[in-house]
C-alpha cells in the first residue's frame, strides 16, 4: 500500500486529475489549511527526497523574529500565509479598529476560516485586510518556489481557492514585483479535493504503470 502525506497525494491529484494546461511535466501544489504543505513533481516525477520529507517549504523561516510555529520555530512561512494567519490578522484588525473607536465593545471572538470567507463575500472590510495580508504572504513564498524551481504550474489547493476572485490578484502582484527570474509559471487556484489521499493513491499508481500524463 503507497502512503503519501496530503500534499504529495494532492500533487499527483492535480498532476492527472488537474485542469493544468496540456504537455507540463513541472506542477507543484501549494495546500493551504492551517498550515501550509508543498507536493512537487518535477520532471514528472513525485519529489520525496530523504524519508519522504521534501516540501516543507511552510517550515522556511522568514522572518526569525516571527511568531511562534507549531514547530518550535519562529515566523515560519506558515505562521504568515496559512488559513490560521488570516484568523490572526482578522483579530488584529478588529483591535485596530476598536482602538480607533471609543465605543467600548467587547472583544470579538475568535474567528474561524470560514467565518472569514463569509465575511468576505458580504464586503466587511477587516476580513478583506485580513485576507489581503495571507495572500501577500503567500505570494512572496509561492515567488520563492518559482525562483527555485520555475514550474509550468503552481495549483494553490485549500479553501483560499472560494475567494481567489480576491486572493489571487495580490499574489500575482507579489510576485510580479519580486520574481526577478523570468520563469512563465501559471498560477492556479482548486477547492479542496475531495479524499485526496484516495485520489493521490490512484495517481501514483497510474504514474508507476504509465509514467507521466501527458507524455505517455
Ligand atoms: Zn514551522
Redesign the pocket.
Known amino acids: 500500500m503507497e502512503l503519501e502525506n496530503a500534499a504529495n497525494a494532492c500533487a499527483l491529484s492535480e498532476f492527472w486529475f488537474g485542469k493544468h494546461p496540456e504537455g507540463i511535466s513541472n506542477l507543484i501544489v501549494v495546500t493551504v489549511s492551517e498550515?501550509i504543505g508543498v507536493g512537487m513533481i518535477l520532471n514528472g516525477q513525485l519529489l520525496r527526497g530523504t524519508s519522504g520529507l521534501a516540501g516543507e517549504f511552510?517550515?522556511v523561516?522568514i522572518n526569525e523574529s516571527g511568531p511562534q510555529?507549531?514547530?518550535?520555530?519562529h515566523g515560519?512561512?506558515?505562521?504568515y500565509a496559512s488559513n490560521s494567519a488570516a484568523v490572526r490578522y482578522y483579530s488584529e484588525a478588529k483591535a485596530a479598529g476598536r482602538n480607533g473607536k471609543s465605543s467600548p465593545q467587547k472583544p470579538t471572538a475568535a474567528k474561524t476560516f470560514e467565518n472569514i470567507l463569509q465575511l468576505a463575500e458580504r464586503g466587511d472590510p477587516e476580513a478583506a485586510e485580513a485576507l489581503a495580508r495571507m495572500a501577500h504572504y503567500l505570494g512572496k513564498g509561492i515567488t520563492m518556489l518559482i525562483a527555485g524551481l520555475a514550474p509550468d504550474v503552481i495549483v494553490v489547493v485549500g479553501d483560499v481557492a472560494r475567494v481567489w476572485d480576491k486572493v489571487g490578484p495580490v499574489v500575482m502582484e507579489v510576485i510580479q514585483q519580486r520574481c526577478s527570474t523570468h520563469a512563465n509559471t501559471k498560477i492556479m487556484a482548486s477547492g479542496l479535493v475531495p479524499q485526496p489521499r484516495l485520489r493521490g493513491i490512484v495517481a501514483l499508481v497510474l504514474q508507476r504503470h504509465f509514467g507521466a500524463p501527458t507524455t505517455a
Do not use: M
Open positions: 498550515g511552510g517550515h523561516t510555529c507549531g514547530c518550535g520555530n515560519c512561512w506558515e505562521v
